[in-house]
């Protein structure tokens, strides 16, 4: 088998995956020497596919490949839901790092792809609502923020985002600015 395309990319549940010429392989376990083992997608379906590939930690050089029984009539993810996969784990990475709301994160990531892949219908049909993905996008912002406090003292300022203004000014300076005026 000729290895056209490799990559890692995370799952909707953010567990990597590995994408080898559009078949997918998840992360079936790993051994304390830094070996992975990965399934194919299709492993427990109804196509019963024992494809596997192994490899030394999270990188994309492959140690074996084993295609023991792997027809041609193997299901291949279309590179469209392939994108699909990978916007849906850059919303959720700009989830955690931007303070703009998730809805306009996905808005501006959705016209990224149809921009990319110009297949506005195609992409309409793949895209998944925003409402079925958004709880998991606000579970990986709250990852990053930290608990209210219950007392001033309990105030963290170390974060960046809580000592600098939307213009990457300090906050400080321009509350003690304020206060002189």
Known sequence: MEIKKLEIINSTKENPMINLNNLIYYKNQQRPDGIIYWRCK????????????????LNTEISSLRKKNHNLEHPLL???????????D??????????????????????????KTQDIEGVSKKIPK?????????????ENMPLLPKKTLDIDLTLRRFNTTSYSENFFLILIMTLQL
């Open 90 to 115: 850059t919303v959720r990475k700009r989830a955690r790092s931007e303070q703009v709301p998730i809805r306009q994160i996905f808005r501006s990531e959705v016209n990224k792809l149809v921009v």
């Open 42 to 57: 299709f492993y427990h379906s109804e196509y019963k596919y024992p494809a596997s590939l192994t490899t030394t930690g």
């Open 130 to 142: 925003i409402e079925n993905k958004q709880k998991g996008f606000y579970q990986a912002r709250r």
């Open 78 to 88: 279309d590179d469209l839901t392939i994108n699909v996969l990978i916007m849906c």
